[in-house]
C-alpha cells in the first residue's frame, strides 16, 4: 500500500500542477500559438478632433456587445488590402446615469479600390470604459447605433 502511494503522488503533484499552468489532458495546444489579441478602443489625445481623422466609405450593419467585447458588423468595398478599423473616445462621458459617450469607427482602406462586397464583424475591448455606459458609436457617413454596456 506505501509503495502504490509512493508511485501515484508524484503522478497527482504533476496533474495539478499541470492543471495549474492551464494544460488539460487530451487538449493540445499549438507551439506558438495564441488566441488573436482582440483591439481595444484607442483614446485620443485632449484636444485631438476626431472628425478630421480620415475614414474611407463603409456601411455599419449593426452593434452588440456581449461580456466586455463590442462587435460591430460592417461592409465595404475592397478585396486586394488588408482594411483597418479603429474605434476612437475622447474619454468624454455625461453626468448622467448611466454616464452616456460617443465612440466614431473609422476606416482606413489602405487604397483598396476593388469593387467585391466584404461584410464582417469587428470586435473591440471595452476593457478601458466604466460599466454602466451607454454609447453612441458614429461614422463619418451618418450611421450610428446606441447600446448599452453593463446593466444600470
Known amino acids: ?57 463603409f456601411t455599419m450593419k449593426g452593434v452588440t456587445i456581449e461580456g466586455g467585447v463590442m462587435e460591430i458588423k460592417v461592409s465595404y468595398g475592397g478585396g486586394n488590402e488588408e482594411h483597418e478599423f479603429t474605434l476612437y473616445w475622447s474619454g468624454i462621458t455625461t453626468r448622467s446615469y448611466p454616464p452616456q459617450t460617443n465612440v466614431f469607427l473609422k476606416h482606413d482602406a489602405n487604397g483598396d479600390m476593388a469593387e467585391a462586397l466584404i461584410t464582417k464583424t469587428l470586435q473591440f475591448d471595452l476593457a478601458d470604459m466604466n ?18 454596456y453593463g446593466k444600470p
Not at 497527482?12 to 489579441?37: I, R, S
Open 1 to 57: 500500500m506505501r509503495t502504490k502511494m509512493l508511485l501515484t503522488m508524484p503522478l497527482m503533484v504533476l496533474f495539478v500542477a499541470g492543471v495549474a499552468f492551464g494544460f488539460v489532458p487530451g487538449e493540445e495546444k499549438e507551439a506558438g500559438k495564441e488566441a488573436p489579441k482582440i483591439p481595444g478602443i484607442t483614446k485620443v489625445e485632449p484636444g485631438t478632433k476626431i472628425k478630421d481623422i480620415k475614414s474611407d466609405p
Open 131 to 148: 460599466k454602466p455606459m451607454v454609447i453612441t458609436v458614429r461614422t463619418d457617413h451618418g450611421d450610428q447605433a446606441k447600446v448599452t
